[in-house]
């Protein structure tokens, strides 16, 4: 079935430590989305790309980074400058022509610290 | 940026009753989306839905774009539609950046 698989669905950080996040997509999508979402809270946008090769800042990128070598694969690296990176992490996809288009999510994963 | 405010920020109904969510926000949008997240923390997509009304079964979901609010009506309600409704939001320049509310908390008692 076409989707989108994020992996580990359960993640626990060291201080100090990087860890990355998996996001594919088996949609044929061009753009690729990583949100953050809090207790209580909406989501709010961390990296999205429109195309391979391409990303940009969302609303709280600090502390996160991405890479977009294929077009099925939006891996997100919560690095040790984020100081606060307990939250569930939700990454998403939208078709070719990505304005206008409606968003499909994965089904997330939880990041806590040891 | 674009302001979205989701009301009532909770309901609880009895299985069987009708419900009316609102959104409102603050600017003109090129896209709005509903969202259902379940207990479980699964975002399921229930409307694309930048203007005009859509059904779907039980849900139905009604934006006026020129006065900026969006309405999801959940006709019948059972238990399993319990969980947290997000309205989002994509405004014109923002080129597929959604912008979340901070959703409506509905839980439904059989």
């Known amino acids: 079935d076409g989707g989108i698989t994020q992996s580990p669905k359960y993640l626990f950080r060291k201080e100090g430590q990087n860890v990355t996040l998996s996001c594919e997509q088996n949609?044929?999508?061009?753009?690729m989305y990583w949100y953050r979402q809090d207790p209580g809270q909406g989501l709010r946008l961390i990296y999205y790309?429109?195309?391979?090769?391409?990303?940009q800042k969302g609303d709280i990128a600090e502390g996160y980074s991405v890479s977009r070598e294929k077009k099925e694969s939006f891996p997100l690296t919560v690095t040790s400058a984020q100081k606060n990176p307990t939250a569930f992490y939700l990454c998403?996809?939208?078709?070719?022509?990505?304005?206008?288009?409606?968003?499909?999510f994965g089904d997330g994963t939880r990041l806590s610290i040891l | 940026g674009i302001q979205v405010e989701q009301s009532p920020p909770d309901l609880i109904l009895q299985e069987g009753a009708n419900s009316t969510l609102r959104c409102n926000f603050s600017d003109s949008v090129n896209n709005l989306q509903w969202f259902h997240q379940n207990p479980w923390g699964q975002l399921i997509n229930l409307f694309y839905?930048?203007?005009g009304t859509k059904q779907n079964g039980r849900l139905s979901a009604t934006t006026v774009a020129t006065e900026r609010y969006s309405l999801l009506y959940i006709s019948s309600s059972q238990t399993t539609d319990s969980g947290v409704y997000f309205c989002a939001v994509e405004r014109g320049t923002s080129y597929g950046k959604l912008t979340f509310g901070q959703g409506t908390i509905l839980t439904v008692h059989p």
């Open positions: 998403a996809s939208s078709p070719p022509g990505a304005s206008n288009q409606p968003q499909h």
């Open positions: 839905i930048p203007s």
């Open positions: 949609l044929n999508h061009d753009a």
């Open positions: 790309s429109q195309i391979v090769n391409d990303f």
